[in-house]
């Protein structure tokens, strides 16, 4: 069965430095799409950062990367430069195949990330 | 361009009543999605509709349905509230692009109580 691991529930980072946040997978599919979320706590979903995994490199989105290791089946997403208003829970997903059918998300349990000043 | 727009933003109901969650997509997005969010669950992906018909259904019981209208607004239903539907109901929607390409953007979800 299909799986998102995120393995760290609460992370602090002082502001103006980067974090890196942890995600594992699995899936037996060849063809997957990995995706990266920031949810405040407003509650809204924000779609931050998109990885094929037939992508060769690595996806990037202003102080967003994707640091994908398909052999070790990790995906974390790096924030460089924290700002306070990074502050958030962050959830990483990955398509789902429900009845042989992909397109909709799988979700980790998230890592609470704070940004101090 | 307006982003997912979900309606309510909160409600409360009692047990045995049934309630009607309402999604209006980013414009021209054709496929919504809904989700369930829990602290205990997590988020568990409830259904998936597109072209009025429901194409992927996840792993909820029949008391929760949906459907999507012509202009691809999108409606859930819960029929006979238990204390354990108490969650973040978020809706999402995206472009038709081939999986696994498929981003959704969510809206900011309605948060229901069952009392």
């Known amino acids: 069965a299909q799986k998102i691991t995120q393995t760290q529930p609460g992370m602090f980072v002082q502001e103006k430095e980067a974090v890196t946040l942890d995600c594992t997978y699995d899936?037996?599919?060849?063809?997957?799409?990995l995706f990266w979320y920031k949810q405040p706590s407003s509650g809204e979903m924000i779609f931050l950062i998109y990885?094929?995994?037939?992508?060769?490199q690595n996806a990037t989105e202003g102080r967003y990367s994707l640091n994908f290791q398909k052999a070790r089946k990790s995906a974390n997403l790096v924030i460089s430069a924290s700002q306070l208003g990074d502050s958030a829970m962050y959830f990483c997903a990955m398509t789902g195949n429900y009845g042989g059918s992909q397109g909709n998300l799988i979700f980790g349990k998230g890592t609470k990330l704070s940004v101090k000043p | 361009k307006a982003g997912v727009t979900q309606t309510p933003r909160y409600l409360i109901k009692t047990r045995g009543q049934q309630v009607t969650l309402s999604c209006s997509p980013i414009s021209g997005h054709r496929s919504v999605s809904w989700y369930q969010q829990t602290p205990g669950q997590g988020l568990q992906f409830l259904f998936e509709y597109f072209s009025e018909t429901q194409r992927n259904k996840g792993n909820f019981p029949g008391r929760f349905s949906g459907r999507q209208f012509s202009n691809s607004r999108s409606e859930m239903n819960v029929s006979t509230l238990e204390l354990g539907d108490s969650a973040l109901y978020l809706c999402?929607?995206?472009?038709?692009?081939?999986?696994?390409?498929?981003?959704?953007?969510f809206g900011a979800g309605t948060r229901l109580s069952v009392l």
């Open positions: 990885q094929g995994s037939y992508d060769e």
């Open positions: 899936t037996s599919d060849q063809s997957y799409g």
């Open positions: 999402a929607s995206s472009l038709v692009v081939a999986p696994p390409k498929n981003i959704q953007y």
